[in-house]
Every structure is written in structure tokens, then in C-alpha cells.
């Protein structure tokens, strides 16, 4: 999936919550999705969805390439 949808999403950084963290003991680190040029995470489920959905060759193409 990374690889396919690569071309179309930002990579978004990791950033560590001082609040969060200290509040609940642990270290809590956020994806910072709201970098993406939509301002959400959606496009990296909807482009790895879209991308994955191989368009069938027609049965020309498959035969040709059997050969």
C-alpha cells in the first residue's frame, strides 16, 4: 500500500504530546494527518483503496501476454 499510494500522499511527521504524555505516564506520539493537503487522514485510505483495484486487461491483452 505504501508504495502505491506514495506518489499521492504526504509523508507527515510523528510528534511527541508533552500533555498527553505526562498526564498518562507514557509517551504518547501523534500522527500528524491533518498535514495531508485535505487537512485529514482520509486520503490515504481512499487512494490505497482506489489504486489496489487492478482494471482487468481484456482478454486480447491476457492472451498476448501468456505467450
Same mark, same amino acid.
Given at each position: *500500500?505504501?508504495?502505491?499510494?506514495? &506518489?499521492?500522499?504526504?509523508? +507527515? &511527521?510523528? @510528534?511527541?504530546? /508533552? !500533555?498527553?504524555? @505526562?498526564?498518562? %505516564?507514557?509517551?504518547?506520539? !501523534?500522527? !500528524?494527518? /491533518?498535514?495531508?493537503? +485535505? %487537512?485529514?487522514?482520509?486520503?490515504? %485510505? @481512499?487512494? #490505497? #483503496?482506489?489504486?489496489?483495484? *487492478?482494471? &482487468? ?5 491476457? !492472451?498476448?501476454?501468456?505467450?
Amino acid at each position: *500500500a505504501q508504495q502505491r499510494i506514495e &506518489p499521492y500522499i504526504m509523508r +507527515t &511527521p510523528l @510528534a511527541r504530546s /508533552n !500533555l498527553l504524555s @505526562a498526564q498518562l %505516564g507514557f509517551d504518547v506520539w !501523534l500522527k !500528524l494527518e /491533518n498535514r495531508q493537503r +485535505t %487537512g485529514s487522514f482520509k486520503p490515504r %485510505g @481512499a487512494f #490505497n #483503496n482506489l489504486l489496489s483495484r *487492478a482494471v &482487468p486487461a481484456s482478454r486480447e491483452q491476457q !492472451l498476448a501476454l501468456a505467450v
